[in-house]
């Protein structure tokens, strides 16, 4: 089980935003990061915990291993407002299993 | 350019059957392993299907095991999901994505069980 927090966060443009996720068990590095915008399919932004997906600007960061895991947005810009999913992918066979989301929005 | 598009999504009645299909573009496909993802008001994202690129070999989340099918047609580029045995739970965005980690994407279609 997957478990983000918090559910939501209000932050103000330009600050730092920490969002954080737990697993029920260890699932080493094999962790992801998405982004859903509304009305728009999710988007990776960082796997293997901290490694940023193609194209993902800088201010985006993954840390963690093992259960805890961290994804900081520096200096939010206004399309970084959208919802924020973490996703183990350790497991195989495969049962992957994702957070319940953190609800990022404007202060 | 790398796209995915779904199709086949629609109304179906409780226990009811739907076939839906994702063509995909711009890549090798064959060289991919694939999934099904959704995204239902109930339980938010959850993969639902996994298929092999090297030998074909399918996996599913429990909650869909023994009712939905998997498969791939490599010649044309095109990934499969038949469900059977639909419930309202089932209801939702489904998604075709590649890669895991999913890193690409379709724009999912809607799958809606009512009666």
């Known amino acids: 089980v997957m478990t983000q927090s918090p559910a939501t966060l209000s932050v103000s443009p330009g600050e730092r935003a920490t969002l954080s996720c737990r697993a029920s068990?260890?699932?080493?590095?094999?962790l992801a990061w998405y982004q859903q915008r509304p009305g728009q399919a999710p988007r990776l932004l960082v796997y293997?915990?901290?490694t940023r997906a193609t194209g993902v600007p800088p201010r985006f960061s993954g840390s963690g291993s093992g259960t805890e895991f961290t994804l900081t947005i520096s200096s939010l810009q206004s399309e970084d407002f959208a919802v924020y999913y973490c996703?183990?992918?350790?497991?195989?066979?495969?049962?992957?299993?994702f957070g319940q989301g953190t609800q990022l929005e404007i202060k | 350019e790398v796209q995915l598009v779904e199709s086949g999504g629609g109304l179906v009645q409780p226990g009811g059957s739907l076939r839906l299909s994702c063509a995909a573009s711009?890549?090798?496909?064959?060289?991919?392993?694939m999934n099904w993802v959704r995204q239902t008001p109930g339980k938010g994202l959850e993969w639902v299907a996994y298929?092999?690129?090297?030998?074909?070999?399918?996996f599913y989340a429990d909650s869909v095991k023994g009712r939905f099918t998997i498969s791939r047609d490599n010649a044309k580029s095109s990934l499969f999901l038949q469900m059977n045995s639909l419930r309202a739970e089932d209801a939702g965005l489904y998604y075709c994505?590649?890669?895991?980690?999913?890193?690409?994407w379709g724009h999912g279609t809607l799958v809606t069980v009512s009666s």
């Open positions: 711009g890549f090798n496909f064959r060289s991919y392993e």
């Open positions: 068990q260890s699932v080493s590095r094999n």
């Open positions: 293997g915990a901290s």
């Open positions: 298929i092999s690129h090297i030998d074909g070999s399918t």
């Open positions: 994505a590649r890669d895991v980690p999913w890193n690409v």
């Open positions: 996703q183990q992918y350790y497991n195989w066979p495969p049962q992957y299993t």
